[in-house]
């Protein structure tokens, strides 16, 4: 997995834990593809301060799934339901999680 795929997914997770200002910033370069200097004639602040507020929010995002492994215990999980060869059973345990 590419590590800005791997970022946006922590950031489905972990987003509501970040400032509005960091949300604004991530989702403005990940899912708009807007430049640094984009951003930053937007929101009239240096592109060099852009490019801090991105790269704290990838460092927040990753000491998150660090700690939380939120993301890693949803894989392990859903590849724990996957062997199960009952399929009432499986669809059961997939609603329970959903």
Known sequence: MQARDYLIILYDYYGE?????????????YFDNLSLAEIAENTNVSRNNVHKHIKSTEEKLMFYEEKLKLYEKEKLIKEKINKITDDRLRKEV????N
Not at 17 to 29: A, I, T
Request: hydrophobic share 30%; net charge negative; aromatic share 18%.
């Open 17 to 29: 834990l970040l400032s509005e200002d960091n949300k604004q910033y991530f989702e403005d370069y």
């Open 94 to 97: 997939e609603k329970i999680l």
